[in-house]
């Protein structure tokens, strides 16, 4: 079985905190409270916030110490503090805030220093990837409100002179195990636990659709027709009067696309994002394709062909390609290209079927409403995934500001179907 490592979490807790301020980096006192919208946070409470995390789950609740401030509680617990209340918290200012995230960082490495304790390293591992994906909400919380590029970037990241990747994957069909096993050490409540489901054979994209695929849709008036939306889906095209994507517009010089604060000349070939789970399902509509299930998904992610081709094996892999931890040329993650790369690209990433870039790039919509497992059992966290069953719609596979020590093949995160402000794309099956 997996252990965690106490000394390489504590390496990641000042990674994580390294991120948190490259992405705050420049913003001023507005900025970083920034006006009351429904989908995000104000930045100011936000990483106050990811610190308390770490201090109630790891010190207060296992190592029983006392609070280091004593209004932490009414300040930063996200349970009991409604989010439109945040921007009227009595909020300490920013050198403060920082003094108290760096005495939470400082107390919670002393603590994993300080002899074997495997509750200890989960929860702390829990606080790690929690604010990792705090991080991913600031980064989109930056594009939200039109703030300029976070300094996350590193030359030679970004590819977009891979092109398209064209065709479908076929997946036998047979017995899947769906969701994560004990073995692999942490994973969330809603990955828990493995279990059969029979899966019959499909076809899916090797590719995620790209800015260009979404184009032709676009311009066929897509947003216009009524036959590829279903009521709901009508419903909010109907609310946010939007005729394509969000973040593009069409000029003189063609179509372009919104990166934080500035519009560029749109890539073709790279992967489609910003979009609701709405708008894949009306592409697909007029496509004639569909979204994959949850299953499909992981099954062509994970899983691998028996000797002969005609079902699946009993072999799962933790990533697409394998085993290893993604390396730069199998996936787009950590930030650095700060944007999607062509649908082409990373083909050292492909898994045993095909399909490329299924971690990384754009977390890809299925089908599905997010549900529990068989079995499931809340973890400590008990407002992790519970409250979200059968309103949020499952997304898989990370996208390129997740971060690599984060995402696996069995997880899955959750948005209503209306969210076209995160990091979302898809990919399509054929009908069957």
């Known amino acids: 079985m997996y252990k965690l490592n106490p000394d390489q979490i504590a390496k990641q807790i000042d990674d994580a905190h390294a991120r948190t301020l490259a992405l705050i980096d420049g913003l001023s006192a507005e900025q970083l409270m920034g006006p009351r919208l429904s989908t995000v946070n104000p930045l100011r409470w936000e990483i106050g916030h990811a ?30 503090i409604g989010h439109d209340d945040r921007w009227d918290l009595p909020l300490p200012g920013m050198p403060q805030t920082l003094d108290y995230i760096q005495t939470v960082r400082e107390q919670v490495k002393a603590s994993l220093a300080s002899g074997e304790d495997a509750q200890r390293d989960y ?52 017995e ?106 009306a592409y ?23 000797q002969d081709g005609r079902s699946l094996s009993a072999v799962k892999r933790r990533f697409p390609w394998g085993d290893e931890p993604p390396r730069p040329d199998q996936a787009n993650l950590d930030g650095y290209a ?38 499931f059992e809340p973890d400590m966290y008990g407002d992790y995934s519970q409250p979200l069953f059968g309103i949020t719609r499952v997304l898989r596979g990370g996208a390129w500001p997740t971060r690599g020590r984060l995402i696996r093949n069995t997880w899955r995160t959750y948005y209503g179907p209306e969210r076209n402000d995160v990091f979302a794309g898809f990919r399509t099956c054929a009908k069957r």
């Open 284 to 306: 697909c509509r007029w496509a004639g394709r569909r979204l994959p299930t949850e299953a499909e998904w992981e099954a062509a992610a994970a899983a691998e062909p028996s």
């Open 51 to 80: 610190a308390y995390f770490y201090e109630f789950w790891v010190l207060r609740e296992h190592l029983k110490k006392s609070p280091i401030r004593e209004d932490a509680d009414r300040l930063y617990d996200s349970i009991s």
């Open 123 to 174: 929860l702390a591992q829990y606080a790690v990837f929690h604010h990792d994906m705090h991080n991913e909400a600031y980064t989109y919380t930056r594009q939200t409100l039109n703030y300029p590029e976070p300094a996350i970037g590193r030359p030679g990241y970004r590819v977009l002179d891979a092109g398209g990747l064209e065709g479908d994957a076929r997946i036998p069909g047979g």
């Open 338 to 375: 700060l944007g999607t790369v062509d649908v082409g690209a990373h083909a050292a990433g492909d898994s045993a079927f095909g399909c490329r870039q299924m971690i990384g790039n754009v977390w890809e919509w299925t089908g599905d409403a997010f549900g529990p497992y068989p079995g």
């Open 176 to 281: 899947f195990m769906l969701g994560a096993r004990p073995a692999e050490g942490f994973v969330f409540d809603n990955e828990k636990w493995a279990h059969p489901v029979e899966l019959e054979p499909f076809a899916i994209a090797r590719a995620a659709v790209s800015n260009g695929d979404f184009l032709r849709f676009v311009e066929a008036d897509g947003y216009n027709k009524r036959e590829y939306w279903d009521d709901e889906g009508w419903q909010w095209r109907n609310q946010v009067r939007l005729e394509h994507p969000v973040y593009w517009r069409l000029d003189a010089d063609g179509w372009k696309i919104k990166q934080f604060d500035q519009w560029q000349p749109m890539p073709m070939n790279a992967a489609l994002i910003h979009v609701c789970w709405h708008e894949a399902q």
